[in-house]
């Protein structure tokens, strides 16, 4: 079993204490594998989860399931699940800056382990256990890299937050509202991040233990850190902003542009971007191909739908380029990333 990024005894003991939860979902003991069916595969997969400085909150280790080998109408039916767009966070925020509502968030530990399935699938046991037979088990339970396993998660949420008497929304199933009298709970779903806005703190806490009694739940309290963005709430002063200066940072590092001069605008007015920019000959399609120019237009993607939506527009034309981009439509793509740098402040 290799390990990556994870210090070995570590990465063991986290895989370990991973596989304990698993096993606790296996339906009964290990089984041998019926005739005519086939089992799916497993992998690990290693993480570190940071804080909203940069440091290590912690380290995970998940088992999952090789989900490409699922066959439809088998091992699964229906995938979607909704989930709160980055549109609809700024919208939530807003709203809460404007009603002066309470902004709390909520994270449920190993989500996707809790649901039951409906299907009846077989996984291979991972390296470790191997020595015994029969070496396959029928998943009870969902795990990580299920076709179904975010949607069977949504299914479960939605009936526990309708227990509660909350009601979803028809255009966005992926955030539920409840009013009595002058109270108003709101929440909204990001997979396994809730962000809870209430005007009353009662039923605040008594939605969190409704919560808490169903599933296993990590209350932040007041919202800091969600989905790579640190949100300041000057609840006093009814001010919410959004940052995003640690992504910023890492982009400008991994492209190499940290001591890159400010520019004031995302877009060069003089410059019109083409198609005859791109390169002429063999030698500048080489050169240009050694351009992480794909991953930057992502990036930068990423930060336009959070922190810095005005870049919105200069992104959408420096992505017309993604196929072939030459020295022009370069310089206007790395204007975007130095235009972002001073989001700092």
Excluded at 96 to 109: E, G, H, I, S
Excluded at 194 to 211: Q, V
Excluded at 242 to 250: M, V
Aim: aromatic share 8%.
């Amino acid at each position: 079993m290799q390990c990556v990024a994870l210090k070995p005894v570590n990465g063991l003991l986290l895989l370990m204490k991973n596989w304990l939860l698993i096993t606790g979902i296996v339906r009964g003991k290990f089984c041998g594998l019926p005739k005519g069916k086939k089992a799916i595969k497993r992998r690990c997969v290693f993480k570190r989860k940071c804080k909203a400085d940069g440091t290590v909150e912690k380290r995970k280790a998940r088992l999952v399931a090789k989900d490409y080998l699922q066959k439809a109408g088998i091992d699964y039916e229906k995938t979607f699940a909704p989930t709160l767009s980055y549109s609809s966070i700024r919208l939530l925020l807003a709203l809460a800056v404007q009603k002066d509502f309470d902004v709390n968030q909520m994270n449920v530990v190993t989500a996707f382990l809790n649901p039951s399935l409906k299907e009846k699938i077989y996984m291979k046991l991972p390296e470790g256990v191997e020595g015994q037979k029969p070496v396959y088990c029928r998943l009870n339970k969902s795990i990580y890299g299920l076709k179904q396993a975010s949607m069977a998660w949504y299914d479960m949420l939605d009936g526990t937050l309708r227990n509660f008497g909350m009601k979803r929304l028809q255009n966005k199933p992926c955030i539920y509202h409840w009013r009595k009298n002058e109270k108003t709970l709101i929440v909204g779903i990001y997979v396994d991040d809730l962000i809870i806005l209430s005007n009353d703190r009662p039923t605040s806490k008594d939605l969190k233990a409704a919560l808490q009694k169903q599933f296993e739940m990590k209350d932040f309290g007041e919202v800091h850190w969600c989905l790579g963005m640190r949100i300041v709430y000057d609840k006093e002063h009814k001010r919410l902003s959004i940052h995003q200066e640690r992504h910023i940072d890492q982009v400008l590092e991994r492209l190499g542009k940290t001591d890159c001069k400010v520019a004031k605008t995302p877009l060069d007015s003089n410059q019109v971007l083409s198609k005859d920019m791109a390169p002429k000959t063999e030698d500048e399609r080489t050169e240009m191909q050694k351009v992480p120019y794909r991953e930057a237009v992502g990036c930068l993607i990423y930060l336009s739908q959070g922190r810095c939506p005005d870049i919105s527009h200069a992104v959408g034309v420096v992505s017309r380029f993604c196929d072939d981009p030459g020295c022009g439509t370069l310089a206007e793509q790395r204007r975007n990333d130095v235009y972002c740098e001073p989001r700092h402040h």
